[in-house]
């Protein structure tokens, strides 16, 4: 026999229980802190997933959304209803239908919007943030000439029936 094994079997019934409550209690916390870190792994890698899809929507949409001319941008505001979600969706139509398709109209407007660069700000599952740096150029019957306007703008995108809704858009 080994001194180890010697030593135990002069140990109390008691003490060979304790220790054998004590190695059990051990291994039951390590299996239950390897599932937590694993969980914790997945979720990290599931709201990273959403931070990429969310800020793809948005460098994809918010060009097309800020983008119209004046012979078709009814149709192009009724069109882009669909990538829009919440109060941000009514009041987009509101603006649009009250302020914007009239002006573009009277005055002629083109204008196209380009993404330079983006980036997401915070990202869970449901929900992304994304920054945006964008230039606008336009004309118009006021000027022929290409106005060219540089902003940033914060867009909120969430998660809805498998895609993704801009539900906030704001200049910064």
């Known amino acids: 026999m080994t001194r180890l094994a010697v030593t135990v079997a002069n140990w109390s019934p008691r003490a060979r229980r304790l220790v054998l409550l004590s190695l059990c209690t051990l291994a039951v916390a390590a299996v239950v802190g390897a599932g937590i870190a694993l969980r914790a792994d997945h ?3 599931s709201r990273a997933q959403s931070g990429r899809e969310g800020r793809a929507f948005a460098v994809e949409i918010v060009p097309k959304l800020l983008s119209y001319d004046f012979d078709t941008v009814e149709q192009h505001f009724a069109e882009m209803q669909d990538d829009l979600g919440g109060d941000f969706r009514t009041q987009f139509e509101d603006v649009g ?6 002006s573009a109209r009277e005055r002629q407007v083109v204008t ?4 330079l660069e983006a ?4 990202a869970d599952t449901e929900n992304v943030d994304v920054l945006l740096f964008l230039n606008q ?4 019957s006021e000027s022929q000439e290409t106005k060219l306007d540089g902003s940033r703008v914060r867009v909120h995108v969430e998660r809805a029936d498998g895609g ?9």
């Open 137 to 140: 150029s336009t004309t118009s």
């Open 164 to 172: 993704w809704l801009i539900t906030e858009l704001t200049p910064v």
């Open 43 to 45: 979720l990290s890698d």
């Open 112 to 115: 196209t919007a380009e993404v």
């Open 119 to 122: 980036a997401v700000v915070a």
């Open 97 to 102: 239908r009250t302020v914007i398709v009239p």
